[in-house]
């Protein structure tokens, strides 16, 4: 099992920034890659943005493409999420996620970090 920490949610203006940090313990050797997920009040959590450890590829939901950056730091297994120009629809709490393998869901979460954006 993965544990994962998130950390760095908070109170931005629209239009400012936040920089999200997941930091991974226990199995990391067992994560394929790790990725950032968010549920708003009332809504499905939706994906945001996902990186594969052995490749370096990266994936974005089209909704923060050009907005987000996700990044990762193999050695410490942690990974960030840059998040800018944040708008009040990007409001909701934030979870990190590891997956083990290529076609297997995210089955290890952390508790979720808030972001709230104020117009």
């Known amino acids: 099992q993965v544990q994962l920490v998130e950390s760095g949610g908070g109170l931005v203006q629209a239009g400012g920034s936040l920089r999200l940090s997941c930091a991974a313990s226990?199995?990391?050797?067992?994560?394929?890659?790790m990725g950032w997920f968010r549920q708003a009040p009332g809504k499905e959590r939706e994906f945001v943005a996902a990186?594969?450890?052995?490749?370096?590829?990266?994936y974005y939901a089209d909704s923060v493409k050009g907005r987000f950056t996700i990044s990762g730091d193999n050695a410490k297994f942690t990974v960030y999420l840059q998040m800018n120009s944040l708008k009040p629809g990007d409001t909701a709490v934030y979870y990190c996620?590891?997956?083990?393998?290529?076609?297997?869901?995210?089955?290890?979460w952390g508790q979720g970090t808030q972001v709230t954006v104020s117009s």
């Open positions: 990186i594969a450890w052995s490749s370096g590829s990266l």
């Open positions: 996620a590891s997956k083990a393998h290529q076609t297997a869901a995210f089955g290890s």
């Open positions: 226990g199995r990391t050797f067992s994560s394929f890659a």
